[in-house]
């Protein structure tokens, strides 16, 4: 028990208050800091635990009196609290690297720029139907504190992104992920690519020889990494471009996985579609067979798997033309996987508030697939000049409602209306859920 040490909370969203709960239950003296304001349920619990907390504010001599600063994933390092934190030597740890010094059961983590979310959900959905005591958490379920303060697993699945990973010192995975790397969140690292790379291979930090790593083969940047690296975990690579002797890997027809017991299954059985879908599906299956967990459950699972909300979401299918939801897209390379998955002559909704994007490697695959472009942002100018060369039509909507009439309208019989912007929300919505709601809701109202 940690009586009467003190640690601040910076964030009072799902993994602040689970941080509060579970510091509260160890013993610590807690402070809850928002410079937003605080949602009414959240504010009810920190009541209940009898937590001071604040909102709309950061009370600096308090937070800088801690001997402990959990903070929010999405507080850059660079803000003023966190920079004079560390100048005065306070330790500055995520709600995970917390949460974990407490937590007595295994951990499957899982990164990458894209395909983090499906492939959590996709070996959570594995290990529960195989009936494993398992618990969702990092950017997807329960705060991870909570549960490890309130539930009895054995092994949690655990969604972690770069910023998260920063703020991990001392925590293990039994079992890491490393799905794909690609240009992503560079603001928040000086515009350097290796600074991200090196968050992300935070993934396999303090794993030894018991443990492994599983990653995507066919990734460049992850594989000039590891010949670099002396790496401890026993090591899992899947690919969908060469046969793995010890991994897994997948061709136009099957994948095979070749630990332990071989696994071989058609992909045309799987709920998840496209290439993309096929290496998530890859890496969950080598976690599973890490497991022993039966072929036929695994079977099973790939083919009744239902995807996240916001990823590749069929949303309806109006007239003979077919509409998917894929605002959780928000850079290009989302946007790439999601265009390649198209098997149809396709009208993309795309745009928002652009994060640099290149677009440039979005080309082939828009000359040979799109018909028409919807532009859904306050400025569409950068789209409408790279793209108008190689799509004829190309027209600017202000709503989801005008997107998806212009997509119902631009699109024929067996056709397909694609959300999928390639950007972030924030310009005419409150997120990117926000922005695929109204998306969905415009589409039912058709």
């Known amino acids: 028990m940690q009586e009467n040490k003190k640690i601040a909370i910076l964030g009072a969203g799902e993994s602040g208050v689970g941080t509060a709960y579970l510091a509260v239950q160890q013993g610590w003296n807690v402070f809850v800091s928002d410079f937003g304001n605080i949602k009414k349920e959240y504010k009810e619990e920190l009541e209940t635990l009898n937590i001071d907390w604040e909102e709309g504010k950061h009370d600096f001599e308090r937070i800088l009196s801690a001997d402990l600063i959990v903070k929010s994933p999405g507080i850059s390092p660079k803000s003023e609290i966190i920079q004079r934190a560390l100048a005065k030597g306070i330790k500055i740890v995520s709600e995970i690297e917390f949460a974990g010094k407490y937590n007595k059961a295994k951990t499957i983590c899982i990164t990458g720029s894209n395909g983090k979310t499906t492939t959590t959900m996709l070996t959570f959905h594995i290990l529960k139907k195989a009936g494993f005591k398992v618990g969702l958490a990092g950017n997807v379920g329960k705060s991870f504190a909570k549960q490890v303060a309130t539930e009895d697993f054995d092994w949690y699945v655990l969604e972690l992104s770069s910023f998260q990973l920063d703020d991990m010192f001392e925590f293990k995975a039994d079992i890491s992920m490393l799905l794909n790397i690609t240009p992503d969140h560079l603001d928040r690292y000086n515009y350097e690519m290796q600074n991200y790379v090196d968050s992300k291979f935070r993934i396999i930090q303090n794993q030894t020889e018991n443990d492994y790593f599983i990653y995507n083969a066919d990734d460049e940047l992850i594989m000039k990494e590891i010949n670099s690296k002396l790496i401890k ?214």
Request: charged share 25%; hydrophobic share 40%; glycine share 6%.
């Open 233 to 446: 975990a026993q090591k899992l690579p899947f690919s969908i471009k060469t046969v793995q002797e010890h991994g897994a890997f997948a061709d136009d027809k099957q994948i095979t996985i070749n630990i332990k017991e071989q696994f071989i299954m058609s992909i045309h059985d799987f709920a998840l579609k496209g290439k993309h879908n096929t290496q998530n599906t890859l890496a969950s299956g080598l976690a599973a067979r890490v497991l022993d967990i039966r072929n036929e459950t695994l079977r099973e699972s790939f083919s009744d798997f239902v995807n996240v909300e916001h990823r590749l979401e069929f949303v309806a299918k109006v007239n003979g033309i077919e509409f998917i939801n894929d605002s959780k897209a928000t850079n290009v390379n989302s946007a790439w996987f999601a265009l390649e998955s198209m098997d149809k002559p396709t009208v993309w909704i795309v745009g928002g508030v652009d994060k640099g994007n290149d677009y440039s490697e979005l080309e082939a695959l828009v000359k040979d697939k799109v018909k028409a472009i919807i532009c859904l942002g306050t400025d569409n100018q950068k789209i409408i000049d790279f793209f108008s060369k190689d799509v004829e039509t190309i027209v600017e909507a202000k709503s989801a409602l005008e997107a998806v009439a212009y997509g119902y309208r631009l699109a024929g019989k067996d056709e397909t209306v694609l959300l999928s912007p390639a950007c972030a929300s924030f310009d005419l919505f409150d997120n990117y859920e926000d922005r695929g709601n109204q998306f969905k809701s415009a589409v039912r109202s058709l």
